[in-house]
């Protein structure tokens, strides 16, 4: 329902700025110009490979890929799984654990190659897929295998893509994987998890002038879409730079998983999957989507111990406390942390030892429409994230009101960006609070 109460779809004001809103309407009508390929589905399907080994239509296989193409030493093998469909449809690729200690995106894949899900009637039933499916649960094997999210040689995967064959061992991993998993695919998923000490709510980032991955974006059917150019060397950037469409799942934390992000994760695949005409049924919708181009970093003013009173999903109110901070060395003295402006906190520390400077909460500024995310919350004053819930609902396409808006990145952007000397070598915690 409306507003008013009425059933008439919310008229809502335009306020991404207007250069990037032409920029993003201008890609989406060329899109809509372009010839894409139309699978026949009576057009010749057959045998698939995938690192020499061949998997037939209607068939489902686990195959080992090495890392590193090497003949001397540990090759890094990791398993990736290829549902190859029985009828033409297109290639997508779904990755975990490129950052070896984000859960959400292996256990998403676990999740999705459970026996209920590709066995016969199952959502992921080979038999009755269109296309193809490659699931790669962990690829930073090394990484997760460590509890890290860096590749032994301390380097972070997701900062070197497309790779080199001669580069360092991280560089020649992400070669690897570049030629054999990327470029040959037609949508890709990557699923990461907030960096360690901080969660984030389900959400999807991607460049939104990127009109497949637009579309992308908002099939995965839930509310909260950042526009964020990628940042140089992610998965993300190189795959949009040769035009494949790439969004990031962002969901719970490291060295934590949660049910509700993983299921929200498998609600947005099985979505992206119908909206792609490759398995069965209609995708779910949001009652409203939030694209937005802005959000800021509440920060602490003060050293000690946080005490959150929010968390990630929190709905909040202009002024009101998000946390405070006391120090045990200095009892009676409380320092607190309020809410700007109405907002959702995005994400959320969850370690409680903290300096000044630190990140508190990733905040979503909501200037409009406020009440519609009043409508969807629980009893903790949590936003109610489609997919997370039993009964999604089903909704047409115009019936989603979309919500733009608009502000500045602010105190750290939210995809990290790495300049000169750090973009090769360096990750400090301190510099870009929401590395993804
Ligand atoms: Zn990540």
Redesign the pocket.
Known sequence: MAEDGSRKPIRLAHELPKKRKIEISRALEQHKSEDRPEWDRDADWSDVRFFRKKIKPGTIRTVEFPLLNVSLGDEWPIPVTVIHGNRPGPCITILGG??GD?LTGPSTCTNLLSNVVTDEGGALDPRSLAGTIRIVPVVNLPGYRSKS?YFPDGRDL?RQFPGNPKGSTTKRVAHQLFENLIQDSDAIIDL??A?KGRTNMPQIRANLSHASSHLLAKSFGIEIILDSSPPKGSLRYSANEIDIPCITYEGGGADFLGNQSVKVAVYGVLNVLRSLRMIPGQPQRPKFRIMASGSSWLRAAEGGLLDMFVSSGSIIKEGSVVATISDPATPGISVDIVAPEDGLIIGAATNPFTAPGMPVGHFLPISKHFNLLEEQIDENGSFIISGSTDNPVWRDETDVNEIELWGEWSGGSVDSEWTGKYAEEVESEESDPD??
């Open positions: 490129i950052h984000e999210r997701n990461h998890s960096a590395k993804n």
